[in-house]
């Protein structure tokens, strides 16, 4: 990722990566906001989505994404983690749409 994008790659390097154990029932990669977490299958992805999932997951670290919805739950209350989930994956993934270098998985919302 740091040939491609030496922005998101050097967020990247600071952020903790880890890997799940094998017989985890958890998503193929996600992040608790200050680490990356990957799931068995990830390994078995093309390259191309592996970098736009690893992207993706740097991209709600680096706009803190999981502290800003604690925030807004205390700032207003109930909040809705799934929607508060899209909108910040659209913004996510409109940020990154657009490189030919990575890719989205399908469906992905962007915009």
């Known amino acids: 990722m740091v040939e491609f994008a030496p922005s998101t790659g050097g967020?990247?390097?600071?952020?903790?990566?880890?890997?799940?154990?094998?017989?985890?029932?958890a998503p193929v990669v996600h992040t608790d906001g200050d680490a990356v977490f990957y799931g068995?299958?990830?390994?078995?992805?093309?390259?191309?989505?592996?970098t736009g999932l690893v992207?993706?997951?740097?991209?709600?670290i680096a706009l803190r994404?999981?502290?800003r919805f604690v925030d807004l739950q205390r700032l207003v209350g109930d909040v809705d983690l799934e929607?508060?989930?899209?909108c910040a994956d659209?913004?996510?993934?409109?940020?990154?749409d657009h490189l030919?270098?990575?890719?989205?998985?399908?469906g992905a919302v962007t915009l």
């Open 83 to 86: 929607l508060f989930t899209i």
């Open 65 to 67: 994404h999981p502290q």
């Open 55 to 60: 992207a993706h997951e740097v991209l709600h």
């Open 40 to 50: 068995a299958d990830f390994a078995s992805l093309p390259l191309a989505q592996q």
């Open 100 to 106: 030919a270098w990575l890719e989205l998985p399908p």
């Open 11 to 25: 967020l990247a390097l600071w952020v903790r990566h880890h890997d799940l154990p094998a017989n985890s029932p």
């Open 90 to 96: 659209a913004i996510v993934n409109s940020t990154l």
